[in-house]
Nanobody, 120 residues
Framework: VQLQASGGGLVQAGDSLRLSCTIS????????VGWFRQAPGKDREFVAA????????TYSDSVKGRFTISRDNHKTTWYLQMNSLKPEDTAVYYC??????????????WGQGTQVTVSS
């Protein structure tokens, strides 16, 4: 199984970015997927998760109201739309596939990470 993340970059505070992650797996639609991030010197932290059907979505408090996670099961791709970016959003963002239908507490696969840098 391979995960390919893309969409990171250098933006200014207040700008938007959309991250994408594509998986080469036939049973993609049976698992929850999500996004995590890791800032320099900090632990990796949860950002957002979406259930296998898209019907259940969770966000960390730090991104709620600014970020939107979505998935396209036909394209085996999921997205993270990031609006109103802040310097504290600067991190390497990782896409992830869960072992379960809901939530991302138990990750089966990780993407390679894509850098997001937000300048003030």
């Amino acid at each position: 199984v391979q995960l390919q993340a893309s969409g990171g970059g250098l933006v200014q505070a207040g700008d938007s970015l959309r991250l994408s992650c594509t998986i080469s797996a036939r049973d993609f639609r049976t698992y929850a997927v999500g996004w995590f991030r890791q800032a320099p010197g900090k632990d990796r932290e949860f950002v957002a998760a979406i259930s296998y059907s898209g019907g259940s979505i969770t966000y960390s408090d730090s991104v709620k109201g600014r970020f939107t996670i979505s998935r396209d099961n036909h394209k085996t791709t999921w997205y993270l739309q990031m609006n109103s970016l802040k310097p504290e959003d600067t991190a390497v963002y990782y896409c992830a596939v869960s072992r379960t239908f809901y939530g991302c507490d138990n990750i089966a696969y990780w993407g390679q990470g894509t850098q997001v840098t937000v300048s003030s």
